[in-house]
């Protein structure tokens, strides 16, 4: 099968001819239609993060695909049902963060496209426990994004509390679908680009944004809650300066720059410095199920397989409204 793979960090990823996967028990096999490409795949890619993972590595954790095979005592879906595999792949059940239900936290979880090979290629395998069906309303490409930029803003937008008045640092893939549910919650929000984006701005306020400017500008109000999307850890610092009394102020990234000593001033009254990691099953039920009632659609710009480099580096610069995603077969 064809397949885009990551020998080393940092050196351009090369298409290669792997054997097809095969499932072992309690997984599926995946003919890959669409792989939405995170911001976490480029963490990967400059080897950012605290661990590391498999090389070489075949990345992509927002995968749709098409079920052609099941492994043994495999029985939730069925051969040509469209399913989705996100970033979780794997969980152990037994450690104390499962048997309290944060699964997310999971000391032993297995990751897509980091541990396990993922979804940047022809097929894929994945733990059907994990997996989700996608909503009929969505196509291939649509549904991608909402795998992770999706469900683990929407993570980030449930720890954020009730806040009414929310702010969103960096409008790219996640904040374009969790603007969306937020308005539906009857929430208001304000976004935050990089500074001079007028086009980024433009494009929140279509997606209901009360308002949009650079994210060194101060919002017209007091903000009762931030989600930082964007890998700068001075956005925290400067969430912090825009917030109310009580105000929560979350990381929605793997991984982000230092952030910067601030004074005590900004932390006092209440206000919460946090960060959101992974997802559980839980949230993903949560997600697809609420995103056709709102609906939300995804903003998506495509690329073939092959020019999974080139969508990478576009994410990169922010060169793209919405959300990158490979489309692997039509
Ligand atoms: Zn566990
Ligand atoms: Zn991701």
Redesign the pocket.
């Known amino acids: 099968m064809r397949a885009m793979v990551l020998d080393q960090p940092g050196r351009p990823l090369r298409v290669t001819d792997l054997p097809e996967p095969e499932p072992g028990p309690g997984q599926i096999k995946l003919a890959v239609k669409t792989c939405g490409v995170?911001?976490?795949d480029l963490h990967i890619y400059d080897d950012e993060l605290q661990g590391s993972s498999k090389l070489p590595l075949v990345m992509g954790?927002?995968i749709v695909g098409e079920v052609v095979a099941i492994g043994e005592g495999a029985e939730r879906f069925e051969l040509g049902e469209r399913v989705g595999v996100p970033?979780l792949g794997w969980a152990d059940g037994t450690c104390r963060y499962c048997r309290e239900g944060r699964e997310n936290l999971c000391e032993n979880a297995q990751f897509t496209g980091y541990d396990i090979d993922g979804g940047y290629a022809e097929f894929t395998v994945a733990a059907e426990d994990f997996c989700f069906p996608i909503p009929a309303l969505y196509s291939d490409a649509e549904a991608a994004p909402l795998l992770?930029?999706g469900l683990?803003g929407y993570r980030a937008l449930r720890l954020v509390g009730e806040a009414e008045r929310i702010g969103f640092y960096g409008f790219g893939s996640s904040a374009h679908i969790l603007c969306q549910v937020a308005v539906h919650e009857g929430r208001r929000v304000f976004a935050f680009t990089r500074d001079g984006d007028t086009d980024g701005q433009a494009f929140a306020g279509s997606l209901g944004a009360e308002w949009a400017g650079g994210s060194s500008e101060l919002p017209p109000e007091e903000l009762d809650g931030a989600i930082v999307f964007a890998a700068v850890g001075p956005l925290m610092v400067q969430a912090l300066k825009a917030s109310a009394r009580g105000a929560r102020v979350i990381s929605a990234g793997i991984h982000m720059s230092e952030i910067p000593a601030f004074s005590y001033d900004l932390l006092w009254e209440e206000r919460t410095l946090g960060s959101v990691a992974n997802l559980t099953r839980a949230d993903g039920e949560d997600l697809l199920r609420i995103a056709p009632q709102v609906p939300v659609r995804a903003a998506v710009t495509t690329y073939p397989l092959e020019d999974a480099q080139a969508a990478l580096e576009d994410a990169r610069r922010g060169r793209i409204e919405g959300s990158a995603v490979l489309v692997v077969s039509a």
């Open positions: 995170c911001r976490t954790h927002q970033w992770c930029a683990i």
